[in-house]
């Protein structure tokens, strides 16, 4: 620790008390960030507190990198320097929750576990089915950006999110949107947060609007030998008038991984799926819910569909065995990352109607580089496409950043885009996990600098270098 | 003014691409809202080109610049408060391309609205925000105000269904951001240019989600005798997890002018009557009529009715579309509000809101999307009375403010526009104006752009500024 680290942690300690400032190598390596530890963490017990770190970071030019329960801290770059971590874990009530009104506030640190009970005893959810749902922050899901498989009916966190409380660059409290399902008054300014890794604020408090849990859930797993038909089922389920709620495609490597595994991310594990899950095939998993009328609708016409399109298999999941393929679709991201000890994966953001070419790219991609590869795909577009080489070295590194520029440029191809959200820190001297420079980065650094004008919030972690 | 301007931008233009003769300029100085203010010339872009060249010149003049669509607006957002050059879209109305194996649309700003919707529903598709102005309206103005419309309960607005845009910043820079596919790369720059009111750049294409249409849609009529029990009913539909497409409802004061000038076959007779649209898989529906059937039966409700078929529907929804259109029957003009409340506060906001009518010496219609709560009070007054125009204006501001402790809000769905821009502080602090104002400042640095929108610039603080509406024209919503 520097000089200026030890009178750092005797400010803060005057500022928001000894009990809330955290110090020591062992307490830093906690918090590190792509192996570069925080000279002192900060946990304040209140918004305003919050403030006034940012404030006394603001006028001392240190960095400031906002964590929860540090589940996803390496995503993004690593930053250019971490002077403060300020956990918010301690902002954990609910503010204000209107059940008649499906509304909800509630603050940053709340665990989104402890928030699905507070939500199921008035028979509502969030439909963050986020990895590391088990250990996760509302503010950190929200920061990372995460997306869940709920999002084929039910959107992203931008078409949830009604409003937020954050503190900006210049330690001001600021919000930004209301707690009404309708709302136009002012920018939205709490859209810019989602996703935006801590580099614009520190959230404090979010507005979300709630919604009802259905009266019963179902599962469907379909089999198909080849990739072809289970993308050509993928397109029935789309254009007929099913609105499933999840809906996903898992490569034979994901499905192996599905069988074998249970999420280290899970507190308690898992059995592993049964017969009726063929782990050397292409799979399609949809989850669809409603009245018994409704689910036995789904239940016929997705198995009609699946025997139109070549299922070697196809099967409703019930209460029993349906939680044993959505833990799995939710966790998928840490179970992938458990797979390999120089897992990479890769996010691409593309159209399904592009997928099949998408595909075959990335098939080819694996193979050029020798690099075992497993993807699962979103209804909604997004591709989860992860290398998993059987071992870490230089070797292995070189080729996944030469299979990480090839992913960028297919995407690209595809009318879509990459970037690489979760690799070994190793590999990030090798690219830019962000993609190549885009002509609206300008526009993101204006951004940037109007929320935190002195560049304190999680430097370098961003795209366009933010 | 300033003769050099219009010289180049003719050069530019071709004489009909600029008008900036009186007569000419008076049909620019209205929108849907109760403000003026005209503009010195008006221009026809036809393309991204065309803007970006017209903002450079604007600026080299140092004239405000303002966009505009179809003037449908309800806060003023596309009046040239300063005056200076304003940019009609009307000419950029072409739809670009249509995607229908992946559901998206792009599409020039001057779109009308419906007309996207009529140009995919071929292939079974539509664009699903529909403000009561979708015939006349623009995507383009939509983007801007990020427009509602009585779907968009179950299925959002405008903002929900953008992915991308194509800007021209107010110093004439091109710049695209988002795209057709979901989950930008960086900052959600489209969600942050949805609903700036124009105050940030020109927007010259917009990328659409389209949707699929559902197999079974119902239209469903309730008619209550007390206006509590319709609010009631409301509550406890959001509270029982059903969600309709739209929920609409219409007070019995007003469903007699309606039925006179509609023929929409609703009682003429009681206290409020309630609108649903159910959608989805015929299953699912069916349970919904159910549902609703027996939670309006619950709280009292006199009559149930499901349209038999699509022309009863369409009768129906005829009626709450030119509701505001009849209340020019009533009186010589009216003011419509767009609160929101916390849909579990509906049945008091109600009562209260006919308080501060009787109050004001007013009768309020209301005619609203009760479903998400988006009130749209309809006070009735005459402008060239001074005294009512001043009372009506209190009572208004009287029921936002009763809003907004709530913990509801200014705008539901009309912006904040030169209307409501001195109330921001009921809602924003001065650090949160602050930094929307440095958000506007990073795309609009000289304010040249639409000024006099959104934020308060101090002329009679927290006050709603009104002008008399002028007798006979168009109604707004």
Redesign the interface.
Known sequence: MTVSATSLVVRLDGLIGSEHVLTGVAEGENYAVDGLAPSVIARPISAEQAAEVVRFAAAEKLSVVPVGARTKLGMGMPPHRFDIALDLTRLDQVA?Y??????LSVDAGMPLARLAQTLAEH?QFLPLAVPWFDHATVGGTIAA?V?SPLRQFY??A??FVLGAEFV?GSG?????G????????????H??L???LGT?AAITRVNFRTF??PPASRGFVASFEKRGDALALR?RIA?S???PVTLEILSPATARIFTNRSPSSLKRPIAPPGPWFQANEWQVCAGFE??P??I??YARDLTRLAEESGASSANILDDATRPLIWARLRESIPLLLDASPGAAIA?L??????WPAAFEELHEISLRFALPFALIARG???VYCAFLPDAVGQDSMSRLAEATTAVFESAARA???A?MPWCPTELKSHFNI??PP????P??Q??????DPAGIFSPGR???GI | MLPGLIRELEALLGQDGVLSRPEELVLYEYDGSVEQARPNVVVFPRSTEDVSRIVKLANRYGVPIVGRGAGTGLSGGALARSGGLMLVFARMNRILDVDYQNLRAVVQPGVVNLDLTRAVEHAGLYYAPDPSSQKSCTIGGNVSENAGGPHTLAYGVTTNHVLGLELVLPDGEIFRIGGKTADPLGYDLTGLLVGSEGTMALVTEITVRLSRKPEDVKTLLAVFTAVDDATETVVDITARAITPAACEMMDGWTLGVIEDYVHAGYPRDCGAVLLFELEGLAEAVAAQIEGVTAVCRAHHAREVRVARDAAEAELLWKGRKNAFGAMGRLAPSSYTLDGVIPRSRLPQTLRRVGEIGRTNGFDIANIFHAGDGNLHPIILYDPRNADQTRRAVAAAEEILRYCVELGGALTGEHGVGMEKNELMPLMFSEADLDLMRRIRDAFNPRGNLNPGKIFPIGKGCGEIRVKPHRPGAALPL
Do not use: C, Q
């Open positions: 204000h209107d059940p008649g009104d499906l509304t028979k950006g997306d959107g992203t931008r078409d900006n001001a409290l600021v919000k930004s209301g707690r009404v399902v309708k709302n136009v008054t002012g920018y939205d300014l859209k810019l989602i996703g935006s614009l009802p849990s397109r254009e008038p099913l609105t409603g009245t009328e409704v036995a609708r996010k953001s593309l159209l399904p109607g592009n909604t577009g997004s009318g879509g885009h970037a962000w993609g885009r002509a609206d980065w526009l993101m204006r951004v940037k600098s109007a929320f961003f795209a366009g």
